[in-house]
C-alpha cells in the first residue's frame, strides 16, 4: 500500500462564486441574489469569501454593485471576506466599504496584462505600490497573485525566472502571501509540483495558494500537487462557475463542492458542511440558469447510496 503520509489534516478554501464565478454571467445578477447566496455559503460554514471586485463598472458590469453587496454581508462577523482590486480607485472603494483584505491583480505576461489590465507587467507593478501603501496607513490586509502562471494563452509556458521576478517584487512591498492562478487551465500535475518547489525553495517565508481552472479537467489533479508541495489553501467556486473575461477559451473554477467532497474523502478537513454546500451550488445553479461544470451536482457524493436490486437478474 502506498503511504499518504503528505497528506496534510486540513485545508483551507476560498470561496470566489461571487467574484471569479458571477463575473463571466452577461446576464444581470440581481444584488440580492447575490446576497442571498453569499449568505447560503456562510450557513454552509464557508469562512473565507472573495466576495467581489472593484474594477471599473464599464469592465465588468456584474459587478457594479460592489459596494452594496460588502454593505449588505458586513453582520457576517465569522466571515473573512476579501475583495479583487485592480488598481488606487479600487482599493480606495474596497477600503471605504468595509473590506479588510485586499487581492492585488498582476498577469505574469505582458500579453495576458495588456489584455487584462491594459499595461505591460512592469507598468502593473509599478501602479501596486499606492494600493499597498494606503492599505498599510488603513491597516488593510493585502495578498498578492500572479495570473497565468502556469501558462499563458498568448505566450505559452511561463519561465521561472520571471515568476520568481514577480515574487521578488511583492517582498519588496512586504507582500508575503501570493495565490498562483491557472488562469487557462493549461497546467498539469508535474508542472505545479515543480514551479511550487522551485518558488518554496527561493521564498520559504511565502504563504501560497492556487487558483485552479478546470478547463482542461486537471484541476483537482492539481491540487493534489498542490498538497504535496504542503500548500493547503484553494480558491473554489460554487457550481464550478468563473472564468477570465481577457483568456480565450476561459473555464469556470474548480467547483467547491468537488474540491471538498475529494479532500473529505481523503481525509483532509475543511471546516465546511458539504450536504449544505451541496445545497449552495444547486442554488447558485437555479440563479444563473447553469452550472460551471460540477461533477457534485450531476453524481452527488459519495455518501449518496442507491437503493439495491430487487429479485433476481435473468441472464440470457
Not at 504563504?207 to 484541476?219: D, E, I, Q, V, Y
Not at 462557475?241 to 481525509?267: K, Q, R, T, W
Request: glycine share 8%.
Amino acid at each position: 500500500m502506498p503511504s499518504y503520509d503528505w497528506l496534510p489534516k486540513e485545508a483551507t478554501i476560498w470561496e470566489v462564486c461571487p467574484r471569479d464565478g458571477f463575473q463571466m454571467e452577461e446576464e444581470w445578477i440581481p444584488t440580492e441574489d447575490k446576497i442571498r447566496l453569499i449568505r447560503s455559503f456562510a450557513d454552509a460554514g464557508v469562512k473565507h469569501i472573495e466576495v467581489t471586485s472593484f474594477v471599473h463598472p464599464k469592465a465588468i458590469p456584474q459587478l457594479s454593485d460592489a459596494e452594496e453587496v460588502v454593505k449588505q454581508v458586513q453582520d457576517l462577523s465569522d466571515v473573512s471576506f476579501r475583495a479583487l482590486v485592480p488598481n488606487l480607485k479600487g482599493a480606495e472603494r474596497a477600503i471605504n466599504s468595509g473590506i479588510k483584505k485586499l487581492k492585488l491583480m498582476l498577469s505574469a505576461t505582458d500579453s495576458h496584462s495588456l489584455s487584462n489590465a491594459n499595461a505591460t507587467v512592469e507598468e502593473a507593478q509599478a501602479a501596486l505600490l499606492p494600493i499597498v501603501e494606503l492599505a498599510n496607513k488603513k491597516n488593510v490586509a493585502v495578498s498578492g497573485s500572479i495570473s497565468v502562471a502556469f501558462g499563458c494563452p498568448f505566450e505559452g509556458k511561463v519561465p521561472l525566472e520571471r515568476l520568481l521576478a514577480i515574487l521578488s517584487y511583492y517582498r519588496a512591498m512586504g507582500i508575503k502571501e501570493v495565490s498562483l492562478a491557472d488562469t487557462s487551465g493549461t497546467g498539469d500535475p508535474n508542472l505545479i509540483y515543480e514551479v511550487l518547489g522551485n518558488m518554496r525553495k527561493e521564498y520559504p517565508d511565502f504563504t501560497f495558494s492556487m487558483h485552479l481552472h478546470n478547463t482542461r479537467g486537471l484541476a483537482l489533479a492539481n491540487s493534489l500537487a498542490a498538497l504535496q508541495q504542503r500548500v493547503t489553501i484553494f480558491d473554489s467556486s460554487s457550481a464550478g462557475l468563473g472564468g477570465c473575461p481577457y483568456a480565450p477559451n476561459a473555464a469556470g473554477n474548480i467547483a467547491s463542492e468537488d474540491i471538498v467532497h475529494a479532500f473529505h474523502e481523503m481525509g483532509i478537513q475543511t471546516g465546511i458542511d458539504l450536504d449544505r454546500l451541496l445545497e449552495a451550488a444547486e442554488e447558485v445553479k437555479r440563479t444563473v440558469g447553469h452550472d460551471g461544470g460540477s461533477f457534485l451536482l450531476k453524481a452527488g457524493p459519495n455518501s449518496n447510496l442507491h437503493g439495491k436490486p430487487s429479485g433476481q437478474v435473468k441472464l440470457g
